[in-house]
């Protein structure tokens, strides 16, 4: 890490800072606080928002786990923020995702909409947000062709779910990285322990 964690348990001056850090350890909860947390809570007020919205992203929304954990996991790879995915693709795996299309995902060329979605590996709707994925986070900008096959699979609510996950946590896996949260994102996904 590029600047030293916060010690744990966090020291607070305040008793808004003390809420705080509670408020990170009842969402993580009944894990510890994690390293993410420890950079975060030089600033608490930033600690504390960043917790209230991936709270929101991560438990609240209408998706299915698979297709949360796999945006979240295809973030890491197009970002090689490998701290992110040793937390995120076992998510997708107990979500049902198996080890060959967590192979595919882990791929590091762009997806294309026309390509086969890992043979029978991902289905219509994973493959899709993939894609989806890839094209949010290297290019920004998103294909006419790959929102009209997001907009046949999903609805309104999903598409901003989705799209809302995607563009959470590339902020994530961009602080992760610039930071070098975790000492692991410029390793690899092989070199990285599943949480």
Not at 66 to 71: C, Q
Request: with cysteine; proline share 7%.
């Amino acid at each position: 890490m590029r600047i030293p964690y916060v010690p744990d348990p966090p020291p607070t001056s305040t008793p808004s800072d003390a809420a705080i850090v509670e408020r990170i350890r009842a969402r993580r909860s009944p894990r510890p606080l994690q390293s993410l947390d420890l950079a975060l809570l030089h600033s608490p007020a930033v600690a504390d928002g960043w917790n209230t919205f991936l709270g929101a992203v991560r438990t609240r929304t209408s998706l299915p786990d698979d297709i949360r954990e796999l945006a979240i996991s295809r973030v890491a790879v197009c970002n090689r923020a490998w701290y992110e995915w040793g937390h995120h693709a076992p998510l997708a795996a107990r979500a049902g995702v198996s080890q060959e299309a967590l192979e595919v995902v882990k791929r590091e060329g762009a997806l294309e909409v026309g390509e086969a979605p890992g043979g029978q590996l991902l289905n219509e709707r994973q493959w899709a947000v993939l894609v989806y994925t890839d094209e949010m986070t290297r290019n920004v900008h998103v294909k006419d062709e790959t929102f009209a096959v997001l907009k046949k699979l999903f609805n309104d609510q999903e598409i901003t779910e989705i799209t809302a996950t995607i563009a959470c946590y590339n902020m994530v896996s961009r602080f992760l990285v610039a930071l070098d949260v975790g000492e692991r994102n410029g390793t690899g996904p092989d070199d990285v322990p599943a949480h």
